[in-house]
Every structure is written in structure tokens, then in C-alpha cells.
């Protein structure tokens, strides 16, 4: 069983969540709540990381892979293929940096 106010998984015969102290009701007790989903990644350029753009390293902690992993893929795809480059340069123009993006007060800030 957990928190309705904030996700914590309670002992089944607890009265007050032990995270947040919000009360349960009697009937609240028997209501299985499935914990919060995790917050999703959204994918912007990574100016703290940067060498050209941030574009690999923005891809990078989007997709949980090592940035120098992520720039040897985008340095292949743009020598295979030539391809990489006309991408590189639309993801350039294309995605937000990190740098303009101010969420709003109720939105989870990753650190």
C-alpha cells in the first residue's frame, strides 16, 4: 500500500504515512496505489558539456549512454554516411538548450 500524497510504501496496518504524516482513512487502507512514475527526461542541448554544440551531449544524458560513446556514433554516422552532419546541424537548430530552460515551480528539477 502507499501514500496518497506522496508515494511512500506504508506497513498495511499504518494510520499516518511515516514520510509525510497525511492521515489515512480507514477505507484508504484496502486501495492498492501504484507508486509515482519516474520523471521522464526531456532531451536539450548539455551547454555544461559541450565541445561544439551540446548536441552529443544532450543526446547523451537523454538516452543514459557514455558522451564519448555518443559522439563516436554521431563522428561514424557523419563519415558513413554524410548524413550525421545535416543531422547534427538540425538537432543544432532544432533542440533547446539547457541554458534558456527555466521550469516552472511545480515541475521536478533533475540535479
Known amino acids: 500500500?502507499?501514500?496518497t500524497s506522496c508515494g511512500d510504501q506504508l506497513r498495511?496496518?499504518?494510520?499516518?504515512?511515516?514520510q509525510c504524516g497525511n492521515p489515512m482513512a480507514a477505507d484508504a487502507r484496502h486501495v492498492a496505489?501504484?507508486?509515482?512514475?519516474p520523471e521522464r527526461q526531456l532531451?536539450?542541448?548539455d551547454k555544461g558539456r559541450k565541445k561544439v554544440a551540446g548536441?552529443?551531449?544532450g543526446f547523451a544524458r537523454y538516452f543514459g549512454v557514455d558522451l564519448v560513446l555518443m559522439r563516436v556514433l554521431w563522428l561514424v554516422l557523419a563519415i558513413c554516411t554524410g548524413v550525421g552532419f545535416?543531422?547534427?546541424?538540425?538537432?543544432?537548430i532544432v533542440v533547446p538548450s539547457d541554458l534558456d530552460y527555466a521550469p516552472s515551480p511545480g515541475y521536478p528539477q533533475r540535479i
Open 1 to 3: 500500500m502507499y501514500c
Open 12 to 18: 498495511e496496518n499504518d494510520r499516518f504515512c511515516s
Open 33 to 37: 496505489v501504484p507508486p509515482p512514475l
Open 43 to 45: 532531451l536539450m542541448l
Open 55 to 57: 548536441v552529443c551531449a
Open 86 to 92: 545535416i543531422a547534427y546541424i538540425v538537432a543544432w
